[in-house]
Structures are given as C-alpha cells and as structure tokens.
C-alpha cells in the first residue's frame, strides 16, 4: 500500500503532467489555425509564445508529443508562407519557423541532453524566434487596424445608403 506522501506525489505529477499536455494541444491548435489561414500571424504568435514560456523549463514534452508539434509546426509553415502578406520575406518566415523547430525539439531533450548544446545556439534559437515572433505581432496588429479601417468604410457607405 502506498503512503499518503507517494499518493499525494503521484497526484501533483498527474496535475502537472495534465498542465502540460493542455499546454501542448494548445499550441498544436494554434499551429494548426495557423495552418488554415485562420488569422495566421495572431495564431502563430500565440504559439510561439508559449513555446517561449516553456520550452527551457524543467517539465519535458514526450517524444510523442514533439513529433505532433514538429508535424504542426510544417503545416503552420506552409500556411504562413501562404497567408502572411506577400511583403514579408519568405526567408524570415524559414528562419522564425525553423527556430521554433529547434525550440520544440530543445523543449523535448533530457537535461543531460540540452547541457550539451553550446549557449549561444540556444541563445540564437531565442532571437531569431523572438524576432519573428515580434514580426508576427505587428502583422497581426495591422491586421486589426485594416479591419477597423474597413469597417469604418462600410459604415460610411452605409450612412450615404441611408441618406440616398
């Protein structure tokens, strides 16, 4: 029989075992609406996000999950190379993506395993993240200003309708 010391560790482990995996679908929803081209940029920067947040922490992804948020990660690639204004470059779309990549597979290593990678790659895996991440926020964010821009058209026009 197990005392109320392994029961009550066993307990919080499943908690956070659950905490993370809610984490993880999260971020493999937001890949994927990103995907869709379901406002590709704020998606994609939500992931990234939480990508961010976590992925150097102590708790780590299973291998499982990695594979799923590796295989999200192409498809949101493919979106964003499709969805994001044509005006930004491809070449940083690559960039951001593959280190969101890398942080994903960072986010899946053994600690044994991540002290071995020189600290300057994981801080370059950091930056160039960051970087499109910061990209993606102001996409979305002139996303929001072309959509209140439009509307305030359409209730101009439908001021001079009502006039008419």
């Known amino acids: 029989m197990r005392s109320a010391a392994q029961q ?11 905490a993370l995996d809610l984490v993880v679908d999260s971020v493999w929803c937001s890949l994927e609406q990103a995907a869709r081209g ?54 940083q779309i690559d960039a951001g993506m593959q280190a969101l990549a890398g942080q994903v597979m960072v986010w899946a290593e053994t600690p044994e395993r991540s002290i071995q990678r020189r600290q300057h790659t994981l801080s370059d895996l950091h930056a160039y993240a960051r970087m499109f991440r910061n990209d993606l926020h102001n996409i979305s964010l002139r996303e929001e200003i072309d959509q209140r821009a439009w509307e305030r058209r359409e209730q101009h026009i439908q001021a001079l309708r009502n006039r008419g």
């Open 38 to 91: 379901h406002h590709t940029a704020w998606a994609l920067s939500n992931a990234m996000e939480s990508v961010d947040l976590r992925y150097r922490n102590v708790e780590r992804i299973s291998p499982a999950q990695r594979d799923e948020l590796l295989s999200a990660v192409i498809r949101a690639q493919l979106g964003a190379i499709k969805h994001l204004p044509e005006s930004y470059r491809r070449e």
């Open 8 to 18: 009550a560790s066993s307990a919080q482990q499943t908690r956070q075992e659950n």
